[in-house]
């Protein structure tokens, strides 16, 4: 079981009013707030052995060294994978999907080849397999949602054919809270020999991802959305198909050898980690990995699970009120109150010390799909409380009560 209340005391950053209230904070989609134990690991590294990793021959690179690796085979253990090799440590859950459309969509999809997506990606799973697709004359595909926005599985093999060379799904929506089949998919696209992307981002720190027995290709996600600090992502990939792959980019540490003419790569994973990496960030991502497994990922996500209940049964009875996705579904929820437009919603609900997130959640064709330029966001993770559905609540009222006047005055 989650204690939020005794959890939220691990998190520096809720010990100050918001606006004169206590900060309610809905917005662990866009990033999640950080534990101590993450604040004082970066801390703790740039304080007593800051150095360069993988070069220097003294005890501070050393140190630096052993932690950095020690994160990785934290975070490999946290998601299953076979070995430490597996883990690419990358900018983002971004860069994770850019390095696989550069280095094996660009040199494996030749023209008429077929990549097959959900239409609910977040930007970052859409535009760099739109890129790649022109660049070799690819198609995407995608596969057909229901009214409510689930992924209609009895529909997954009209999409995945004999063309399909890679499927790369989000394993949890940002916008809709719709949890794909990813099972389902991967089962089809091994029909079909194509490989299979997961975007993780939405998923990994909020349930149990076990790359083996979701059998994925690759597995991308940001350290941010779980605590870790920004500007560290991972790229979990297997290893036979890491190692067919080319670099992403060229620089130190990511060579065996170098001549004026050429060079060979480095192994696993460095091959794929060109220049000096987010070794701080790294290190800090380890401390994240350890505070969520003593959590434990099944008790994160029956809490979220409960709050994302909550919320949908007291926005629900809200008159005015359109909350969007399925019933079943990730820790957020997205809606639009009428005659509000989003931005000037998050705006009062700031001002009451609550913070959501409202746009297009980069994901405009959803927008497009929901037949709305935008819409609201709140978004739950590990600190949340059915209080702060409450306030939200209040919240809302509040701004139906504010703009209600200014309407009719
Ligand atoms: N979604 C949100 O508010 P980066 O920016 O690389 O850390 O994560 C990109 C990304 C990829 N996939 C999914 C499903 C995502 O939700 C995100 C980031 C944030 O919804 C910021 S736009």
Redesign the pocket.
């Known amino acids: 079981m989650i204690d939020a209340r005794a959890i939220r005391r691990d998190f520096p950053i809720f010990e100050q009013a918001m606006n004169g209230r206590p900060l309610v904070y809905l ?1 662990s ?3 999640a707030q950080k534990p101590r134990p993450v604040i004082e690991a970066v801390r703790r590294f740039y304080e007593e052995y800051n150095a360069n990793v993988h070069r220097a021959i003294h005890a501070l690179g050393e140190r630096a060294t052993e932690s950095y690796e020690e994160a990785r085979r934290k975070v490999a253990r946290f998601i299953h994978a076979p070995g430490p090799e597996t883990i690419v440590f990358t900018k ?4 994770a ?1 850019n390095l696989v459309a550069y280095s094996w969509a660009r040199n494996n999809l030749r023209p008429g080849d077929e990549i097959a997506l959900t239409p609910i ?2 930007h ?2 859409l535009v760099p397999w739109q890129l790649a697709a022109r660049a070799v004359g690819a198609r995407l595909r995608f596969f057909e949602l229901a009214p409510d926005g689930e992924i209609r599985a009895d529909r997954i093999d009209e999409v995945i054919g004999e063309k399909t060379r890679l499927v790369a799904v ?1 394993q ?4 809709l809270g719709t949890l794909v089949p990813v099972e389902s998919i991967v089962a089809a696209a091994r029909r079909r020999g194509a490989l299979v992307l997961v ?1 993780g ?2 998923s990994v720190p909020h349930m149990p991802v076990d790359v083996q027995a979701l059998d994925c290709d690759f597995l ?1 996600f ?1 350290g ?2 779980m605590g870790g600090p920004t500007g560290i ?1 991972v790229l979990y990939g297997r290893r036979e198909v890491l190692e067919s792959m080319e670099p992403f980019l060229g620089g130190g540490d990511m060579i065996s050898s170098v001549r004026l003419d050429g060079a060979e790569w480095n192994e696993l994973p460095y091959k794929f980690e060109a220049g000096t990496p987010p070794i701080a960030e790294a290190i800090g991502l380890g401390a994240a990995v350890d505070y969520l497994s003593a959590l434990g990922m099944d008790n994160i996500r029956a809490h979220e699970q409960r709050l994302a209940q909550y919320a949908l049964e007291r926005l629900g009875a809200l008159p005015g009120v359109t909350v969007y996705g399925p019933r079943e579904r990730a820790g957020l929820v997205t809606f639009n109150v009428d005659g509000i437009h989003p931005h000037d919603l998050a705006t009062v609900l700031d001002q009451e010390g609550i913070a959501i ?1 409202a746009g297009h ?3 405009q064709p959803v927008m497009d799909w929901l037949g709305v330029p935008a819409a609201a ?1 709140a978004s739950f993770w590990v600190y949340n409380t059915e209080e702060d559905v409450d306030r939200l609540v209040a919240g809302l009222k509040t701004a139906k009560e504010f703009f209600g006047h200014v309407v009719g005055a």
Request: with cysteine.
């Open positions: 917005d989609a866009a990033t983002n859950a971004t860069e999907i990606e977040h970052s799973n989000t949890a929506s940002n916008t975007d981002a939405q991308a940001s941010h959305k992502g997130r959640h980069c994901a966001r």
